[in-house]
């Protein structure tokens, strides 16, 4: 059993979150990908009120793989950690 990371259901599988979070992540993920790839300087702060994207949530997306080189912007820029 894993627990959702959106919803915080417990669910069978290996994602990171439920069935019914799955689109929601992926337009969150869409949301900030298009922020990252349109703008030069990557605040958080900005990412989250431009996105809608909760802080929990954002930093999951930057832990992974495919926002990488935007989380190493991110945390040299605004000079935190997740
Ligand atoms: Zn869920």
């Known amino acids: 059993m894993k627990r959702c990371n959106r919803c915080g259901c ?10 019914n979070c799955i689109p929601n992540d992926n337009n969150d993920k869409a949301k900030l990908s298009d922020y990252c790839s349109t703008n030069t300087v990557l605040s958080f702060e900005d990412m989250i009120d431009k996105t809608g994207v909760s802080p929990a949530n954002l930093s999951r997306y930057l832990s992974m793989n495919e926002f990488l080189q935007y989380s190493k912007k991110v945390k040299k820029e605004n000079d935190i950690g997740f």
Do not use: L
């Open 10 to 19: 417990f669910f069978i599988g290996t994602e990171e979150v439920c069935a």
